[in-house]
């Protein structure tokens, strides 16, 4: 099969009346994905899996938050996730692409499971600490670092090419259908029953994947040749990157929205409780205000994802992005809020889903894992260090000033990669 020599444009990359037979299958198209009996079984599997994963969210950050009353803190537990990740992260794409993605899938999920109820049983004897909290985090991180990018790079195993953009957009779509109903339902979880029974139903949804996983049937995957050493694999990954200037171009706006556009999820806690005089169950629509408009955006780029335009449409929410967070940090109202948050949510995963779309359109296989473990490593790896940013300056000033100063950052950084790498907007 010949490798990519570089990256399309719209014109190279599909055939006459391509575009047109997208469109005549419409809505149809949106879910074309779905036709793979794979992918339905592991899309099914991982909404559980995921929806318990934001219920823990909400009760995770609810319960440091009780404990310490501090935003800082908030941050300083989301950065702890994000050490694992920034060690490890560019090698776990070597593993990746050396050995079975679902089995890498399985470990990483298992691990994931173990650390739901761990949480829950300290919850439950009253042992829970801070300390404690960082700590799992932590361990959380060291699975992030392998399950993110092993997730993306089996979505073409699951789907083939043909159905790669709009499998990885009908994934984001699932992420966000599990935002907007997960919070809710771990607000309702924490107000009913109480933050430990949140850890314990994610730790029972981790089930559900895992028993995805091992019923799927996979051809048997395309792996790295293990005659070279690890360190000549992760080299000749990196200077793949280095080498395709738009690649770079996508990993910095996926970048910037990682490291400063889920400041206000981090900073939820702080806003529901301080600026808007919520508790629990507001919070917990907050989050899902998000998830709402990003399940809205996940479905227009899962439409959209065989039309012309896909770098045109990412450069626009690149803007419409921050001009969102920059409303949510002037609002006082608590329905205002809550609609802000969806526009905000609608412009916010778009932007990843895209920018993953992109990048492994025009990649090869044999190299998939690693360049998509340098995509993750820097959102998992950012997400958690922009918390933490996020958590200082609304400790030091307030939160509503720290999301205006991240809308502010993101601003600037998707004007500077407009204008550096002006070949985004011609990507398909």
């Known amino acids: 099969m010949p490798l990519h020599t570089g990256l399309h444009s719209r014109e190279e990359h599909l055939a006459p009346g391509a575009y047109l037979d997208a469109r005549r299958g419409g809505l149809l198209r949106t879910f074309g994905a779905f036709r793979h009996t794979n992918f339905r079984i592991y899309f099914v599997g991982l909404l559980i899996s ?9 009760a ?22 994000a050490i694992p990740v920034l060690l490890i992260g560019p090698w776990s794409g070597v593993v990746i692409d050396r050995t079975s993605r679902r089995t890498v899938l399985i470990l990483t999920q298992t691990l994931f499971m173990v650390q739901a109820f761990t949480l829950a049983f300290l919850d439950f004897s009253g042992l829970i600490a801070v300390w404690h909290v960082m700590v799992l985090a932590a361990w959380n991180g060291i699975g992030n670092a392998f399950d993110a990018p092993a997730r993306q790079a089996i979505v073409v195993e699951l789907v083939g090419k043909e159905d790669m953009s709009n499998g990885i957009a009908l994934n984001s779509t699932m992420f966000s259908l599990a935002r907007t109903f997960g919070p809710a339902l771990g607000g309702l979880i924490v107000a009913a029953l109480g933050t430990a029974w949140g850890f314990t139903i994610n730790g029972i949804t981790f089930l559900a994947i895992l028993f995805s996983l091992a019923i799927l049937r996979l051809e048997k995957p ?6 070279h050493s690890p360190m000549s694999d992760l080299m000749e990954g990196l200077r793949f990157i280095w080498q395709h200037k738009p690649i770079v171009g996508l990993i910095v706006v996926a970048l910037g929205v990682a490291l400063f556009g889920g400041n206000v999820t981090v900073l939820m806690p702080v806003i529901a409780v301080e600026v808007l005089g919520q508790q629990e169950v507001g919070f917990g629509l907050l989050g899902g205000a998000i998830g709402l408009g990003s399940v809205i955006g996940a479905l227009y780029v899962a439409y959209s994802s065989t039309l012309p335009g896909r770098g045109r449409r990412l450069n626009v929410f690149n803007i419409a992005f921050p001009l969102a967070l920059a409303a949510v940090s002037f609002s006082r109202s608590y329905i205002l809020s809550l609609l802000l948050l969806v526009v905000v949510g609608l412009t916010f995963l778009p932007q990843l889903s895209l920018c993953n779309m992109l990048i492994q359109t ?7 894992g ?11 790896g950012a997400w958690p260090i922009g ?5 200082a300056l609304a400790e030091w000033i307030n939160a ?9 950052a993101l601003l600037i950084i998707g004007l500077a990669v407009r204008l550096l790498v002006p070949e985004i907007k011609d990507l398909e």
Do not use: C, E
């Not at 395309?222 to 005659?227: E, F, G, K, M, Y």
């Not at 918390?387 to 958590?391: E, F, P, R, T, V």
């Open 362 to 368: 025009n990649i090869p296989d044999h190299i998939r």
């Open 50 to 58: 995921v929806l318990g994963v934001w219920a823990q969210n909400v």
């Open 222 to 227: 395309v792996l790295q040749p293990r005659d």
């Open 387 to 391: 918390g933490l940013i996020a958590g």
């Open 60 to 81: 995770q950050s609810w319960l440091v938050y009780k404990l310490t009353n501090s935003a800082l803190v908030l941050g300083q537990v989301t950065f702890m996730a």
């Open 370 to 380: 690693r360049v998509m473990s340098v995509y993750t490593l820097f959102i998992f």
């Open 400 to 408: 509503p000033v720290a999301i205006l100063i991240s809308a502010v």
